[in-house]
């Protein structure tokens, strides 16, 4: 059963980071192992997060989705 897990709340510092870099070697990887972008897909990356946000689903897969910010997050 997969549930919604609150990174903020449920792992550490260094967990969090570990998790990231595993998500980005899988990402890169099944990418044909290089990823490309310009800075300013990052800066467009960047400002977006101010009302998007990523949502984890944990469960037998871990499953990534961006959503939308509820108000009171923005």
């Known amino acids: 059963m997969s549930n919604v897990l609150n990174l903020s709340a449920h792992t550490s510092d260094e967990e969090l980071q570990h998790l990231t870099n595993l998500l980005l070697y899988h990402f ?6 290089q990823i490309q972008f310009r ?3 990052a800066q467009r990356v960047r400002q977006s997060l101010a ?4 949502q984890m689903h944990v ?4 499953r990534l989705r961006i959503i939308d910010r509820l ?3 923005q």
């Open 28 to 33: 890169v990887e099944q990418s044909g192992g």
């Open 71 to 73: 108000p009171e997050l």
């Open 39 to 41: 800075l300013e897909d």
């Open 51 to 54: 009302t998007k946000m990523v």
């Open 59 to 62: 469960g037998d897969e871990v």
